[in-house]
């Protein structure tokens, strides 16, 4: 499957549905699912300016799946401010022409260890995931929902 890595917090508003638009400064031809990956670098600026607390986010993980449906050309960085509440990137970012429009987020409730790589790569889970431990920990974390509904 394509997975896509995008630096925090920028990850986190994406699978939460925040952002809808990725700024970049290439192109794709690439239409539908793909998974997001939150990379070890954090900006450290970006939190501070949307208020994130840098603690609690996960780096060097996949975390979720979005869809990328179309390409927005943008023509001036005019355009880019109008779109600000989609893309919600700082002005670093003004100079990126495309603007992948995105829908559907999807969490993941157990991030996959992943290392990352540029543009759109393959990912294989398959051979990353042990399936015990994600069984082990979705388990657990019923268990507790259970127990927690109880008292």
């Known amino acids: 499957m394509k997975c896509l890595s995008v630096s925090q917090p920028y990850a986190d508003l994406i699978i939460h549905g925040k952002k809808t638009v990725e ?32 603690g609690e986010i996960r780096t060097g993980v996949i975390i ?9 050309i943008y023509n001036s960085t005019n355009e880019i401010k109008l779109d600000y509440n989609k893309h919600l990137a700082s002005k670093e970012f003004f100079d990126h022409k495309y603007g992948f429009l995105l829908r559907n987020p999807k969490e993941f409730r157990v991030p996959i260890p992943y290392k ?36």
Do not use: M
């Not at 794709?28 to 450290?44: D, M, N, S, W, Y």
């Not at 979720?64 to 927005?72: F, T």
């Open 23 to 54: 700024l970049r400064t290439w192109n794709t031809k690439f239409r539908g699912e793909f998974l997001v990956h939150a990379p070890l670098a954090i900006k450290k600026e970006a939190c501070k300016k949307l208020g994130i607390d840098k």
């Open 64 to 72: 979720g799946r979005a869809e990328l449906y179309d390409v927005k």
């Open 116 to 151: 990352g790589s540029l543009g759109f790569f393959e990912v294989k889970l398959y051979s990353k995931i042990n399936y015990n431990d994600i069984k082990s920990e979705l388990f657990d974390e019923e268990y507790r929902y259970q127990w927690i509904g109880k008292h």
